[in-house]
């Protein structure tokens, strides 16, 4: 971590301008103050932001899912999907969303989500290199996914459970 003064926390509603600041410098996909709202509501500690120096520099935002499994055919599952993270730019390639995907990951998993997913664009090398290196693999392509056209890779994490230890 080359960042002193980081800190990871919970979102809170006082976060959301911040947040969907963030969101609109850094992605393509924007969303309104509703959609993170409701993402918060489903799961409240895998919305996590990340803080330097007390400003808001990046955030990850999960939700709780029951579907087919990415990695077991044919399993119905508890399923985390990783909706959207970023990081502002002058922050990047320091560490920061390593940890916010490790951190919503263990939230995860404390509400028994058997497995993580999520989707990232074709050409966000960046990304897909930090997913693979966190343990994600890419399971298929998603032809046209984004709005502007872009395909996507979803990329699964089956997440270790714990067996019976409280951490």
Same mark, same amino acid.
């Given at each position: 971590?080359?960042?002193?003064?980081?800190?990871?926390?919970?979102?809170?509603?006082? /976060?959301l301008?911040?947040?969907?600041e963030?969101?609109?410098?850094?992605?393509?996909e924007n969303?309104?103050s509703t959609?993170?709202?409701?993402?918060?509501?489903?799961?409240?500690?895998?919305?996590?932001?990340?803080?330097?120096? #007390?400003?808001?520099? #990046?955030?990850?935002?999960?939700?709780?899912?029951?579907?087919?499994?990415?990695?077991?055919?044919f399993?119905?599952?508890?399923?985390?999907?990783?909706?959207?993270?970023a990081?502002?730019?002058?922050?990047?390639?320091?560490?920061?969303?390593?940890?916010?995907?490790?951190?919503? =990951?263990k939230?995860?998993? @404390?509400h028994?989500?058997v497995?993580?997913?999520?989707?990232?664009?074709?050409?966000n090398?960046?990304? +897909?290199?930090?997913? @693979? @290196? =966190?343990?994600?693999?890419?399971?298929?392509?998603?032809?046209?996914?984004?709005? /502007?056209?872009?395909?996507?890779?979803?990329?699964?994490?089956? +997440?270790?459970? /714990?067996?019976?230890?409280?951490?």
């Amino acid at each position: 971590m080359n960042h002193q003064g980081l800190a990871l926390r919970q979102f809170v509603p006082d /976060d959301l301008l911040q947040v969907i600041e963030i969101n609109r410098i850094c992605l393509p996909e924007n969303y309104n103050s509703t959609f993170f709202l409701d993402i918060h509501r489903n799961c409240p500690d895998a919305f996590v932001v990340a803080e330097v120096n #007390g400003k808001v520099v #990046g955030y990850i935002m999960c939700r709780l899912e029951h579907g087919l499994s990415e990695t077991r055919r044919f399993n119905l599952v508890k399923k985390g999907h990783i909706v959207s993270v970023a990081v502002l730019p002058e922050y990047r390639r320091t560490g920061i969303g390593n940890v916010l995907v490790t951190e919503a =990951l263990k939230a995860l998993s @404390k509400h028994k989500a058997v497995e993580c997913f999520l989707e990232v664009r074709v050409t966000n090398e960046p990304g +897909i290199n930090l997913y @693979k @290196k =966190l343990g994600f693999s890419i399971t298929r392509k998603v032809s046209h996914y984004y709005f /502007d056209g872009a395909d996507a890779y979803v990329m699964s994490f089956r +997440i270790p459970q /714990d067996s019976g230890n409280t951490g």
